[in-house]
């Protein structure tokens, strides 16, 4: 029987340029959706899935991440003697959510490189990994899909997708073969493919469970695409070894790493929070009259 998955990787070390000038000082994790920042989405989406351990790999100008997950006691204690001690205990409780770790990815040099960063941390476990960009809405948190699937047949796991024809050079192509349910075996995948090398619409989008050779795998991996050490080179390396498995997960994902999806994630979070919901609704009614 494999392992529990208990620990997580959320590569956070990119410079977040679609969304300049704003990400210039600001890490792009760190931006407002609603109240909270995006990171916090994804730290209690692993939490919610049985987390226990995160090591965030952060980048130069990313130490407020670090800031957001440890405690303020002066900012509490203030709450406190203003009759605010509902907001201090939700900071503490954000601080306690789990067990968060830090290390630097102190070049550049893709998503693969990113994890390989991990290692030591990770160890002989099997591990999961959520990217900083893709927030995900559905009753079983994503995670906890590819771990149950991971868990059951073991190998890796990724969480999938079909994305529009137009739209699958900005991410993977997946070769499957139907399994049971909404799984599916990997032969082969391909970064960023050229339309001829396109072999399914089925694309990861930000999710995977990985076995802890990955490691070895990226440790020898040549450069990829845009000459970086890409994940889905080091995935495709091990569908022959300890297999693939793809989750067509059950859940809406939301890319907040460009203008449009982030602004769409910020307008449909409002819209189901209790707090902005009414306003929202009555203020987009009221713009919409006007044109």
């Known amino acids: 029987?494999?392992?529990?998955?208990?620990?997580?990787?959320?590569?956070?070390?990119?410079?977040?340029?679609?969304?300049?000038?704003?990400?210039?000082?600001?890490?792009?994790?760190?931006?407002?959706?609603?109240?909270?920042?995006?990171?916090?989405?994804?730290?209690?989406?692993?939490v919610a899935a049985g987390i226990e351990d995160i090591l965030i790999v952060t980048g130069r100008m990313k130490t407020s991440m670090e800031d957001y997950f440890d405690y303020t006691p002066a900012l509490e204690s203030r709450l406190r003697r203003e009759g605010k001690s509902e907001t201090a205990d939700m900071l503490r409780r954000t601080a306690d959510l789990a067990s968060v770790h830090y290390i630097r990815q102190k070049e550049p040099k893709g998503l693969g490189h990113a994890i390989w960063c991990a290692r030591r941390f990770i160890g002989n476990e099997p591990f999961a990994v959520l990217l900083g960009d893709d927030i995900m809405k559905s009753e079983v948190p994503?995670?906890?899909?590819?771990?149950?699937?991971?868990?059951?047949?073991?190998?890796?796991?990724?969480?999938?997708?079909?994305?529009?024809?137009?739209?699958?050079?900005?991410?993977?192509?997946?070769?499957?073969?139907?399994?049971?349910?909404?799984?599916?075996?990997?032969?082969?995948?391909i970064e960023k493919p050229r339309p001829e090398q396109v072999m399914s619409l089925y694309a990861i989008l930000g999710r995977y469970v990985l076995q802890p050779e990955i490691f070895d795998v990226l440790e020898n991996l040549p450069a990829g695409y845009g000459g970086e050490i890409q994940l889905t080179d080091g995935i495709n390396a091990i569908c022959g070894t300890s297999g693939v498995l793809a989750c067509d997960f059950k859940g809406r994902r939301y890319d907040t790493g460009n203008i449009y999806g982030y602004l769409e994630t910020v307008i449909d979070f409002a819209l189901e929070d209790e707090e902005t919901s009414d306003w929202l609704k009555a203020f987009l009614k009221q713009k919409t009259a006007q044109f």
């Not at 699937?149 to 991410?171: F, L, P």
């Open 1 to 46: 029987m494999s392992k529990r998955v208990k620990k997580a990787v959320i590569p956070a070390a990119g410079l977040g340029t679609r969304l300049l000038p704003a990400t210039k000082t600001i890490p792009k994790e760190m931006l407002p959706i609603v109240s909270k920042p995006s990171i916090q989405y994804i730290v209690e989406e692993a």
């Open 142 to 189: 994503v995670t906890a899909q590819l771990i149950a699937a991971e868990r059951e047949y073991g190998g890796s796991v990724v969480g999938v997708k079909q994305v529009a024809a137009e739209q699958i050079g900005k991410y993977c192509s997946l070769d499957v073969e139907p399994m049971t349910g909404n799984l599916m075996r990997v032969r082969s995948l």
